[in-house]
T-cell receptor, first 114, second 114 residues
C-alpha cells in the first residue's frame, strides 16, 4: 500500500515565524511531489511542485526534497494569518502499467496567530 | 466562466434517489478527475478520464457512475447511495494525458445522504 504521511496538527506558529510542514512517502520510485493549500470550505490549490533533490523557492515558500530519506517539506517564511489553512502533500507514484496515481496525505492544519 | 466549475454545490439525497453531479472546465485541459474528500481521510481518487476515455477506476462501487461526453464536461451519476457516501466530491482537471500532480480543482459538491 503506497502511503503519504503527514502530521495532522494543528501546527500553530506566531505571525512572522517560519512554519515547517513535513511529509514522508513510502514509494521509493516516486518522482513528482506537490504541496496543495486548502482553506476551510474551499478546494485544494496547488502552491508548489518539486521534482529533484534539494530546495525550490517561490516567494515566501520553499519546498525541500530528499529522495534518499523519502521526505519532502514545505517551509513558509514570515508566516501570515492568511497562511492559515490545511496543507496537503501529494506524491505521484507509478503503478505498474498504469499512467500513475497521485496519492495525497491527510494534510497538516496550520494556524498562524497574529 | 473560468477554471473548473461544479454544480450543485450542495446536495441532500435519500438512499433511493438518483442524482448527478456536473463539472465543467474552461482551461482547455485533456484530463478530468473525480475525487472524494471525507473528514479525517486523504483525498481519494475515484475516476480519471483522459481525452474522454476512462483510464482509472479505483475500485469505486457501481452506485457511482461517471460520464465524460467531451473533454470539457464530466458527470458523476449517483444512485442508491449509502450514508457513508456523504462527503465532498471534487472535480479536477489537468493538462496532458497522463496522471499528473498539477491539478486544478473545482469548489466541490457537498453531498449528504440521509
Amino acid at each position: 500500500q503506497k502511503e503519504v504521511e503527514q502530521n495532522s496538527g494543528p501546527l500553530s506558529v506566531p505571525e512572522g515565524a517560519i512554519a515547517s510542514l513535513n511529509c514522508t512517502y513510502s514509494d521509493r520510485g516516486s518522482q513528482s511531489f506537490f504541496w496543495y493549500r486548502q482553506y476551510s470550505g474551499k478546494s485544494p490549490e496547488l502552491i508548489m511542485s518539486i521534482y529533484s533533490n534539494g530546495d525550490k523557492e517561490d516567494g515566501r515558500f520553499t519546498a525541500q526534497l530528499n529522495k534518499a530519506s523519502q521526505y519532502v517539506s514545505l517551509l513558509i517564511r514570515d508566516s501570515q494569518p492568511s497562511d492559515s489553512a490545511t496543507y496537503l502533500c501529494a506524491v505521484n507514484i507509478r503503478d505498474g502499467g498504469s499512467q500513475g496515481n497521485l496519492i495525497f496525505g491527510k494534510g497538516t492544519k496550520l494556524s498562524v496567530k497574529p | 466562466e473560468t477554471g473548473v466549475t461544479q454544480t450543485p454545490r450542495h446536495l441532500v439525497m435519500g438512499m433511493t434517489n438518483k442524482k448527478s453531479l456536473k463539472c465543467e472546465q474552461h482551461l482547455g485541459h485533456n484530463a478530468m478527475y473525480w475525487y472524494k474528500q471525507s473528514a479525517k481521510k486523504p483525498l481519494e481518487l475515484m475516476f480519471v478520464y483522459s481525452l474522454e476515455e476512462r483510464v482509472e477506476n479505483n475500485s469505486v462501487p457501481s452506485r457511482f457512475s461517471p460520464e465524460c461526453p467531451n473533454s470539457s464536461h464530466l458527470f458523476l451519476h449517483l444512485h442508491t447511495l449509502q450514508p457513508e457516501d456523504s462527503a465532498l466530491y471534487l472535480c479536477a482537471s489537468s493538462q496532458g494525458t497522463g496522471v499528473t500532480g498539477e491539478l486544478f480543482f473545482g469548489e466541490g459538491s457537498r453531498l449528504t445522504v440521509l
